[in-house]
């Protein structure tokens, strides 16, 4: 399909959700006060039927939009699928706190419906000034949502950093596109691989281009050493954007990544084995500063943002094992990936609702709770423990998955690390429930 009609066809979706969002504003004006509520459930349900009419339309699709510059294809709708369910838990566990704790719900709505739009571009991006606008547009909608607390110094205060960092960020980004540009003369993802498998010695200006892209892209999922927005903005932030950031922009961030690796540098073998101790780096150290220093919290926000590096760290395990021989590196990611988020949704769902009757966000204001709340207890528990990664929960069969790929590829050492870190995260997983338990 190459015609312009076609095209836009094959994006129906996503222009449905963004006349969801200016949908969820315009009904907002109307609505009394007292009914904002309706506003979640009118979002709710149009994501909803955007998940079906995606699974519909898109169901055997394999088209490159636009001259290779978006793809409709099975990776693109798994995430797309993912992104829109997702939406559904976040707005479903955060109703309360909105309609209590914040202002203006219908924007908080929109804004997320957007930042949701951004997603699904960047999961579908396979050109690289694509992806960045992409990302623009869930980094836009992050920075309002991360300062929605607008009465509380520490969300401004949280929202101010993750501006600034944001912005640095995706400068460092643009500027590694244009360098990149500059030498190869494409942004393609495809093009990219072969300008650099056909490259008998590839410049500098290359390798800082590359390099200062992967930086842009380490900021966005907070691996380590770009990771130092993320505990301050997890703790300032609204409950419900917390989770957010922890599940659906770390998601997002990875899919483009896992996209850009497997497309435009795996296929350039001799490069990508020089790129790969990199990433086998930034997610050694990752795995280990994230788990330990997590070790010291006593937050909850600021627990879960170390938690969610250790587990960046994880992630890029799995990607640093990607390979044109094997699918089990990338099939592993994408399993990693939907099993942390959803292990992560459980989590945080238990969370915002201790937030919501107590307003407390401490560790040790945990105690007690299997008392007077045994449900909300038993689904805490049952989410961290998955997230350890103890045998019979879901996060043990991810992480089996994911380190024995690493492993086959011949990163035994790493899988090994990986290992190692998964037991000290379950040392402050088990605080988290002594408190809660005893």
């Not at 479903?92 to 949701?116: A, C, P, T, W």
């Not at 599940?247 to 350039?268: N, Y």
């Not at 390979?323 to 959803?342: H, K, P, Q």
């Not at 380190?403 to 402050?428: D, K, Q, R």
């Amino acid at each position: 399909m190459n015609g312009l009609s076609d095209n836009l066809e094959l994006l129906t979706p996503e222009f449905a959700l963004a006349g969801l969002a200016f949908l969820v504003f315009t009904v907002d004006l109307f609505l009394p006060k007292g009914r904002k509520g309706y506003l979640a459930w009118l979002s709710i349900a149009g994501l909803i039927a955007l998940i079906v009419l995606s699974l519909v339309m898109l169901w055997d699709e394999e088209e490159s939009l636009y001259n290779g510059l978006l793809a409709v294809d099975s990776f693109s709708l798994f995430f797309k699928v993912f992104f829109l369910g997702m939406g559904v838990f976040i707005i479903l566990s955060s109703m309360d706190f909105v309609e209590h704790r914040l202002k203006y719900q219908g924007e908080f709505y929109g804004l997320l419906l957007f930042s949701i739009l951004g997603m699904n571009l960047m999961a579908q991006s396979r050109e690289l000034l694509t992806a960045y606008i992409a990302l623009e547009l869930l980094s836009f909608s992050l920075y309002v949502l991360a300062a929605y607390a607008k009465d509380s110094a520490k969300s401004n205060e949280s929202a101010l950093k993750y501006i600034i960092v944001g912005a640095v960020s995706s400068a460092i980004l643009l500027y590694g596109v244009s360098m990149v540009y500059s030498t190869l003369g494409v942004t393609k993802f495809d093009d990219i691989a072969i300008g650099l498998a056909a490259a008998t010695d590839v410049s500098p200006a290359l390798w800082v281009g590359v390099g200062l892209i992967l930086v842009g892209l380490m900021f966005k999922v907070s691996a380590v050493p770009f990771h130092m927005w993320a505990p301050d903005v997890y703790e300032g932030a609204p409950y419900p954007v917390t989770a957010y950031l922890a599940i659906g922009s770390k998601a997002a961030a990875f899919a483009l990544l896992l996209r850009l690796v497997g497309e435009g540098f795996v296929p350039a073998a001799e490069r990508w084995e020089q790129w790969q101790l990199v990433f086998a780096a930034l997610a050694a150290v990752s795995m280990l500063v994230g788990n330990l220093v997590a070790l010291a919290q006593k937050n909850l926000k600021r627990l879960m943002a170390y938690s969610s590096i250790g587990h960046a760290g994880f992630i890029l395990a799995g990607i640093t094992a990607l390979s044109t021989d094997s699918n089990l590196a990338s099939n592993g990611v994408m399993f990693y990936l939907v099993g942390y988020s959803i292990t992560n949704m459980v989590v945080f769902a238990a969370l915002i609702s201790f937030f919501n009757m107590t307003g407390k966000e401490l560790i040790t204001d945990l105690g007690g709770l299997a008392d007077h709340q045994p449900f909300l207890a038993a689904c805490l528990g049952m989410g961290l423990f998955s997230l350890a990664g103890l045998p019979i929960f879901a996060g043990f069969t991810m992480k089996f998955y994911l380190f024995t790929a690493v492993a086959t590829e011949g990163f035994l050492w790493l899988a090994a690390l990986a290992i190692f870190s998964s037991l000290i995260s379950l040392y402050y997983y088990l605080n988290i429930l002594r408190q809660v338990y005893i």
